[in-house]
């Protein structure tokens, strides 16, 4: 038998007869031999084996990127030679240089050198890729650039959604282009909010560095802090826990990676994940198509995701307080909307008392609606809850009935008799089709929607309208919301769980989601919970806090009165109810007015003092 003959079966090629194929792989499997990985290099002029460079092996994020190469590379047939690079960009280039002179490819993770050097640099060791640089980068392909602006409002969102007003970031190393990014992300984010005082402190990207940093970041005040990594938000749980400063309690802190250890820490920290080992799966497919000439898709940027972990919580409140005294001052000037971050912002001076969402990134299974959050008193205390855990279809305030025809406009399950809660594909969507700013003595937002079921068919229109305005005494401002619904394309029933059998569960129309702990207890002119809400058509209806004082109130459009729907077991919500104990029909043609006027206090009111609120406004 030739010698050819054995190398073509012990390649693995098939032109060779079956049997004679079998006789060499039993000869070989006997003999214990074992190609010689060298000769074969020397022969097809390869190593089969790609070098990856990553800056410091000890980080646990650098780690997760390599095992994804690795794994996906191994599956391939390829061998990885992996080499930290340090600290110095000078080195880091010449390093890459060698190591393109040993393996047949270069994987060049998060390099320290600027793009402008990094450039002749990867001309020279081809074929190359750059792998974890942030969105935009000119030498990094997009889909293995991670969006490190995006998870920075990401991060921003979620704070403020707990009330925070007063946030440090806690930055990288100065020549890192992932802290560049993040920093441009923190002046959009002040453009954005410029209520907030935010305050920019450099660290570095080890635990030692938020250890040693932790004392400027208490010194600063603020009730939050972002940390450029999960490594360095480890480093100011530890100080923090020496000296008695409670997480989130006291301080909420943030990291960014979720690298493995981020679940165990003491508390689990928040943090924004990037998912880091498709991200080196990925990079090995992108260079895998320069070794054999075929082209990859570009990609998108890698979306970092909140991981809402026990590190975050509600701002202190005499940090709190603190704000909102800042605030007073900046408010007393009529809100007006601002588009602003692909949203609508309503402002007072420079405070943003809310943000009017279209929904259009919400998941379908949660009924895509317009929304308003986060709501905020004068004072900066933010009232609503978005996307909560235990009902994660619930959005601030919004038009949600549970059942219009069939389609559910309330997200999340369906509750059908004898089976319970049941989650069903039935869910409709409500889509802007006009929309515009009216000028006028009062801030207004106008809107034209249509109401479409699961399978896309317009099943009503409707007409909205958007209006907030300063209290007389400036003591804190009036929200109203009135929509019209016209059944365009039919008769329409509004029903509830109420209607379909269980107790207490008639909500059916607009719903009001308060923030955790925001509110101790809802009150009626003659009684406070559910009892005396329930299915009730009453005057009013507050929340109410006498610990931190504050009152917001709810009243319906006049001749529009419903039964009210409230919770107070599990969370705290409200709204007037369409269908509490029988459905509600509309003739096709016919239209229903429906609406919600709330006033946002900074102060606890008795009952005389809302009843006599009421009636003035």
Partial sequence: MSPA??????????????????????????L???????????????????????????????????????ESASAAGYRVLVTETGPDPDLELQMARDARARCDAVLWVSPRATDEALVPTLAEIQPALVVGRPAGSAVCPPGLTIDYRAGIHIAVDHLIGLGHQDIVYLGGPAESSGDRARRDAWEEVQADHPYLRVVSLRAGYQMQDGFEAAPRVLDTGASAVVAFNDLVAFGLLSHFGQVGVSVPRDVSVVGFDDIDLAGFALPALTTLGVGHRALGDLAWQQLAGLLTGSEQPAGAPFAPRLVARNSTGAAPAAKSRAAHQRQRGRAAI?????????????????????????????????????????????????????????????????????????????????????????????HGQQIVQDHRVVEGDEAALEERLAWLTQTGEVLLEEQRKLSASLLPDGGGWALTWRSVLTASSGDLTFSSPGVRGRPGAGYAGLFWRFAEGRVERLIAPDGEGEPAINGRVVPWVAGVNAQDPLTVVFTQLPGEERPWFGRTSDYTGLGPSLAWDRPLTLPAGESLTLGLRVLLLDALLDRDEIDELTRAT
């Fill in 334 to 426: 009529p809100p007006q909307w601002r588009t602003t971050a692909g949203r609508e912002a309503l402002l007072a001076g420079d405070l943003e008392l809310a943000a009017y969402h279209d929904g259009s990134g919400m998941p379908t299974v949660h009924a895509r609606r317009p929304y308003l959050h986060p709501l905020r008193t004068l004072g900066g205390r933010v009232v609503t809850a978005a996307h909560p855990e235990n009902h994660r279809h619930q959005y601030g305030l919004s038009l949600a009935p549970p059942e219009v025809n069939g389609t559910s406009f309330w997200g999340g399950r369906t509750y059908v008799p004898g089976s319970g809660a049941t989650l069903l594909p039935n």
């Fill in 32 to 70: 214990a031999y074992h190609p010689s990985s060298a000769a074969r290099s020397l022969s097809l002029g390869r190593t089969q084996a790609i070098a990856v460079l990553v800056p410091e092996l000890g980080n646990p994020m650098f780690q997760r990127i390599v095992e994804g190469i690795m």
């Fill in 5 to 30: 003959t054995v190398s073509r079966v012990m390649n693995g090629q098939t032109t060779v007869d079956p049997v004679l194929a079998e006789r060499v792989r039993r000869v070989a499997s006997e």
